[in-house]
């Protein structure tokens, strides 16, 4: 599908021609809608949503950021929330009550049918962040008893009385005790014949997801064996429910999205609803953290001040240290923080990771090392200097990659966010030490 142009709402609504709005929205994909919305305040937003029929108004609903969804929902009138609620598939009308105040959520599940309304309660139980918390449970389901045509007949008539249900390419088959057995794809059930049962058709389903499992290894599961979809299942192996690849997509641009504003120490609420004083207020510790720094290095330089002065042209090399340590700790720390985040480094493979990522730094930190020791002896006509700066420069780096790889570890030990560590954190040690260790072995060797 192309794409369509964005549409300017704003002009549209100052000039009064609703009609016309109207009838361009009819005609746009929720998702386009939803772009469109955005630049738009609060007030105007849900004046647009009222103009949208009530299936179109739940799709844009569920394709608005977190933050601006959350926002239109309180906004909205109770009645025509609920409306909406109730157009919704299970897992997104979970998303919308779960962050409505009590009062509100208990009104909106009142108001909607009883089964729906049973349906979001259970997800509401989960932790929004879990497999529980991303799953729906609007799926394709057959006893493991059926024939090909009973389980055929079964779609038909609970697609009938649930128009909800999406993406009909996967029946999950259960026993009497409703324990996965496996799954049947669409596909093999219209080849086979009708008599056939179906419990011979039956294939693992390659995927199957623990209902208390973290979003993001469920994310790292559907992109390693490729999943559509994959059943979710309690501690007993009861079939639950099922997460589509579209929820897994919503949870790695969720997911990039934290990550990006954690590296500022913020996040997405924070920067659109929060005031100045709150915004600058929640960014301000990370940037003393660099500030702290800057006082120490200053502190390691004037400590330094005599014996950096008698080679005074050890000064000239300190800026190149401290740029090619802070780069390579970084490099360290980014490339560790991936791998946490997408399971490429597991408990039990640290210190391998540790110990690779190490071996390439020396390899660097080496040809670094012996390039600077070479031109800076040549450009200033002295071997000791080249010497000083080319081994303090190879220490300094080794040091800066190992703390830029085992800072994002030591976060994750923590329970705290290893992206936080690609931030002030490690560039900031890394300026003190790579400085720290330059001057130590610099005025010593010069």
């Not at 004046?47 to 108004?57: C, E, F, G, H, R």
């Not at 493991?144 to 088959?173: A, G, H």
């Not at 049962?197 to 973290?214: I, K, N, Y």
């Not at 702290?292 to 005074?312: N, P, R, Y």
Request: proline share 3%.
């Amino acid at each position: 599908m192309t794409p369509a142009p964005l549409l300017n709402i704003a002009p549209l609504l100052e000039d009064g021609r609703e009609n016309e709005l109207v009838g361009i929205l009819a005609e746009l994909h929720a998702a386009d809608i939803a772009e469109a919305l955005s630049p738009l305040d609060m007030e105007d937003t849900i004046k647009v949503m009222s103009y949208l029929d009530i299936s179109k108004a739940a799709d844009v609903l569920v394709e608005l950021s977190e933050t601006a969804r959350d926002h239109v929902a309180q906004g909205l009138p109770r009645e025509r929330l609920t409306r909406l609620v109730a157009e919704m598939e299970s897992d997104d009308a979970a998303d919308i009550v779960g962050d409505l105040d009590g009062a509100t959520a208990q009104e909106v599940l009142s108001a909607i049918d009883s089964e729906d309304s049973e349906d979001v309660r259970r997800l509401l139980l989960y932790d929004e962040e879990t497999a529980g918390g991303l799953m729906q449970v609007e799926l394709a389901s057959a006893p493991d008893t059926d024939t090909v045509s009973q389980v055929i007949e079964r779609i038909r008539e609970y697609n009938r009385d649930n128009q909800d249900l999406d993406d009909i390419s996967t029946v999950f088959i259960v026993d009497r005790n409703r324990s996965l057995r496996g799954s049947v794809s669409l596909n093999s059930l219209i080849l086979a014949r009708g008599e056939t049962p179906v419990a011979e058709l039956v294939r693992s389903p390659g995927l199957v997801v623990r209902v208390d499992e973290d979003q993001e290894a469920v994310a790292q599961k559907f992109q390693k064996y490729d999943a559509r979809t994959a059943p979710v299942v309690d501690s007993q192996n009861r079939l639950l429910g099922r997460i589509t690849v579209d929820d897994i997509i919503d949870v790695m641009h969720e997911e990039t999205d934290q990550d990006f504003y954690r590296l500022a120490g913020s996040s997405e609420e924070e920067i659109y609803t929060s005031g100045v004083v709150k915004t600058a207020a929640l960014r301000l510790p990370w940037l003393m953290f660099n500030l702290c720094g800057g006082f120490v290095t200053s502190m390691i330089l004037t400590h330094f001040e005599a014996s950096l002065l008698k080679t005074l042209a050890l000064v000239t090399f300190v800026p190149m240290v401290m740029s090619l340590s802070g780069a390579v700790g970084s490099q360290s720390a980014t490339i560790t923080v991936r791998g946490l985040a997408m399971g490429r480094i597991a408990s039990g493979q640290i210190l391998k990771s540790l110990y690779k990522e190490q071996k390439v730094t020396a390899f660097m930190a080496l040809a670094f090392g012996l390039t600077i020791a070479l031109v800076s002896g040549a450009i200033h006509g002295a071997l000791r200097l080249g010497l000083a700066v080319g081994l303090s420069i190879t220490v300094a780096i080794l040091v800066s990659a190992m703390l830029g790889a085992v800072t994002p570890v030591f976060f994750k030990a923590v329970n705290i966010d290893p992206a936080l560590a690609s931030g002030p954190v490690v560039t900031s040690t890394n300026d003190v030490v790579s400085l720290l260790i330059y001057t130590i072995i610099g005025t010593a060797v010069a």
